[in-house]
């Protein structure tokens, strides 16, 4: 459950050209520097470096994003119509991979999103699942798009508590 960098999850915004913000991993780096969901990062680096995502293209792009702890992370987001600099030191956080809410138009479903498969998502599926059944869902929706998977116990784990002992998932 631990990580380093600056602790979002993002996807590729491919209609703006740029990375769209998605999460923001609590006491992480990102959050205490002022990072949002849905932030849109449009470029990486700064001064003479600064390039656009649009011409780097994704791949390029997060790989610069990327880096050791330590080290930092420059970039410029969209917020709304304003731009706005960050330079974000890389450091070790701890991984949110479990998120939930109560679906606003039927109070009834339970969102529950899956972004890893790490040694503490059971845990964290596990209270995720228990304050929704106490919010008084019945009803669950699982979101595991952009997941890219993990440690196979772990995704067994999360399995074995909603199935019935003696029934089989296949790996």
């Given at each position: 459950g631990s990580s380093q960098g600056i602790g979002v999850t993002v996807v590729n915004n491919q209609e703006l050209n740029c990375i769209e913000v998605v999460h923001v991993n609590?006491?992480?780096?990102?959050?205490?520097a002022g990072l949002k969901i849905g932030d849109l990062i449009t470029h990486v680096?700064?001064?003479?470096?600064?390039?656009?995502?649009?011409?780097?293209?994704?791949?390029?792009?997060?790989?610069m994003l990327g880096g050791e702890s330590g080290t930092f992370a420059e970039?410029?987001?969209?917020?709304?119509?304003?731009?706005?600099?960050?330079?974000i030191e890389r450091k070790a956080f701890t991984v949110d991979?479990?998120?939930?809410?109560v679906y606003a138009a039927e109070p009834s479903v339970g969102i529950v999103k899956i972004t890893e498969f790490n040694?503490?998502?059971?845990?964290?599926?596990?209270?995720?699942?228990?304050?929704?059944?106490?919010?008084?869902?019945?009803k669950f929706v699982f979101d595991v798009r952009n997941n890219p998977g993990g440690d196979l116990r772990s995704i067994g784990a999360v399995l074995s508590?909603?199935?019935?002992?003696?029934?089989v998932f296949i790996r």
């Open positions: 609590s006491q992480s780096p990102a959050e205490k680096g700064t001064g003479d470096k600064k390039q656009s995502v649009a011409d780097l293209g994704y791949d390029r792009a997060m790989n970039f410029t987001v969209k917020r709304g119509e304003k731009l706005h600099d960050f330079k991979s479990v998120l939930h809410h040694l503490t998502t059971r845990k964290h599926f596990c209270q995720a699942m228990d304050a929704l059944i106490q919010a008084g869902c019945s508590y909603m199935l019935n002992n003696g029934d």
